[in-house]
């Protein structure tokens, strides 16, 4: 049964820039594209604008337009559209709860990520408990054109880390792209490692040495599930957002995880994520993650 891929849109630039990647990648993985528009009437001080047919037309128009959009350009595409009678924030959450993935517009490049986002994609990012992706409409002086590459950072090697590289494969996989892991490293404070551990380390030829083997076995089974997809592995010295960063140039996709609240009920995105959705030159994939 195909998936679906769910696109908030509000009639801005960054939202329909959103709704044109969903439509795209919908497409290309043969899943449905379902553009939804949270609308409740509120009141405004403008007589005219405070009339809620009035509001309820312009938000009708709002999907109705998008549509035409997403469906011009793929004809083939199933495309449902519904005005959500919620506010913006739960009714997002809901959605993307039965999503297989919900895509969100960001306004571009701004000083602090609270800017950047808007406050309700942050809200929504915080809390989702499926993919999300967050997408900016293309700047005039950014970058060349996408290579074929899913950048995806590599922060956990336990397997705790699995739903991320997993989305990483499968959208490597529908854009007959390849993979490129990248993880960071830095040198130990040294009363941070016992003995032991700077034997285990020395044994297996060093530092950088242990890091590639360690990123080498977090990929061994997506590459077993996905074995048409090129990998290629990067382990970098330096701070985690950096290494990332700097391999992102031209990407298609950047994948980042975010771990899910744990007993304290922590909403948090995490540094790396953080620069990511901020300095990344192409749309990130958000994937959540125990």
């Given at each position: 049964?195909?998936?679906?891929?769910?696109?908030?849109?509000?009639?801005?630039?960054?939202?329909?820039?959103?709704a044109?990647?969903?439509?795209?990648e919908?497409s290309?993985?043969?899943?449905?594209?379902?553009?939804?528009?949270?609308?409740?009437?509120?009141?405004?001080?403008?007589?005219?604008?405070?009339?809620?047919?009035?509001?309820?037309?312009?938000?009708?128009?709002?999907?109705?337009?998008?549509?035409?959009?997403?469906?011009a350009?793929?004809?083939?595409?199933?495309?449902?559209?519904?005005?959500?009678?919620?506010?913006?924030?739960?009714?997002?959450?809901?959605?993307?709860?039965?999503?297989?993935?919900?895509?969100?517009?960001?306004?571009?490049?701004?000083?602090?990520?609270?800017?950047?986002?808007?406050?309700?994609?942050?809200?929504?990012?915080?809390?989702?408990?499926?993919?999300?992706?967050?997408?900016?409409?293309?700047?005039?002086?950014?970058?060349?054109?996408?290579?074929?590459?899913?950048?995806?950072?590599?922060?956990?090697?336990?397997?705790?880390?699995?739903?991320?590289?997993?989305?990483?494969?499968?959208?490597?996989?529908?854009?007959?792209?390849?993979?490129?892991?990248?993880?960071?490293?830095?040198?130990?404070?040294?009363?941070?490692?016992?003995?032991?551990?700077?034997?285990?380390?020395?044994?297996?030829?060093?530092?950088?040495?242990?890091?590639?083997?360690?990123?080498?076995?977090?990929?061994?089974?997506?590459?077993?599930?996905y074995?048409?997809?090129?990998?290629?592995?990067?382990?970098?010295?330096?701070?985690?957002?950096?290494?990332?960063?700097?391999?992102?140039?031209?990407?298609?996709?950047?994948?980042?995880?975010?771990?899910?609240?744990?007993?304290?009920?922590?909403?948090?995105?995490?540094?790396?994520?953080?620069?990511?959705?901020?300095?990344a030159?192409?749309?990130?994939?958000?994937?959540?993650?125990?």
């Amino acid at each position: 049964m195909p998936g679906t891929i769910t696109v908030g849109v509000d009639g801005t630039d960054h939202s329909l820039a959103a709704a044109d990647w969903a439509a795209a990648e919908a497409s290309r993985r043969d899943m449905a594209l379902r553009l939804v528009h949270a609308w409740v009437w509120q009141p405004l001080d403008t007589p005219v604008a405070a009339d809620a047919d009035v509001q309820r037309r312009w938000a009708a128009d709002v999907l109705r337009e998008a549509r035409e959009r997403v469906t011009a350009a793929f004809p083939a595409l199933a495309v449902t559209a519904e005005l959500l009678p919620a506010e913006a924030v739960p009714a997002l959450l809901s959605e993307a709860a039965e999503a297989d993935l919900l895509a969100l517009g960001s306004r571009g490049h701004g000083t602090v990520v609270g800017h950047l986002l808007g406050s309700v994609a942050l809200k929504v990012l915080r809390q989702a408990v499926r993919p999300v992706v967050l997408v900016r409409p293309a700047r005039r002086d950014g970058p060349g054109p996408a290579i074929d590459e899913v950048v995806v950072g590599v922060q956990e090697v336990d397997g705790t880390g699995g739903p991320v590289l997993e989305f990483a494969f499968a959208a490597a996989a529908a854009r007959d792209a390849r993979v490129r892991a990248v993880r960071a490293w830095s040198v130990p404070a040294v009363f941070a490692w016992s003995p032991g551990s700077l034997y285990l380390a020395d044994e297996a030829g060093g530092l950088e040495r242990l890091e590639r083997e360690r990123l080498s076995e977090a990929l061994r089974p997506w590459r077993e599930k996905y074995p048409r997809v090129e990998v290629v592995e990067h382990v970098g010295t330096g701070s985690a957002a950096e290494v990332l960063l700097s391999n992102a140039s031209g990407a298609a996709l950047m994948v980042v995880g975010r771990r899910l609240p744990g007993a304290h009920d922590l909403r948090r995105i995490g540094s790396v994520t953080h620069a990511a959705l901020h300095h990344a030159p192409c749309p990130v994939a958000v994937v959540p993650h125990l």
